[in-house]
Nanobody
Framework: QESLMESGGGWVQPGGSLRLSCLAP????????MGWVRQAPGKERELVAR????????VYGDFVKGRFTITRDDAKNTVFLILEGLEPEDSAVYYC????????????WGQGTQVTVSS
């Protein structure tokens, strides 16, 4: 069972920024689509962002509206999610995810990291 390890969550005021990181095993990371999904209490899980194995394709949820950026560093086996212009509605648990390709369903999940946006 491959493991995805998130870090970087926390509390931030509205308008603030955070950077989430997800470390994956090296042999696993380079060939996989990596992404982030979030879930707020009482709401459905929703796609935040995905990035292809070569980094050339990025997909974002409609609500992102240019505020978030997903990147990957293959040398560090890490995918990053930069969150900017955070709003209280962005408060959720953010899960690192992985899939075989952009058309495949997510088949690996991290434990999640909490992001709380409030004043």
């Amino acid at each position: 069972q491959e493991s995805l390890m998130e870090s970087g969550g926390g509390w931030v005021q509205p308008g603030g920024s955070l950077r989430l990181s997800c470390l994956a095993p090296g042999s696993f990371f380079n060939s996989r689509v990596m992404g982030w999904v979030r879930q707020a209490p009482g709401k459905e899980r929703e796609l935040v962002a995905r990035i292809s194995s070569d980094g050339g394709t990025r997909v974002y949820g409609d609500f992102v509206k240019g505020r978030f950026t997903i990147t990957r560093d293959d040398a560090k086996n890490t995918v990053f999610l930069i969150l900017e212009g955070l709003e209280p509605e962005d408060s959720a648990v953010y899960y690192c995810t992985s899939a075989r390709n952009l058309s495949a369903p997510v088949d690996f999940w991290g434990q999640g990291t909490q992001v709380t946006v409030s004043s």
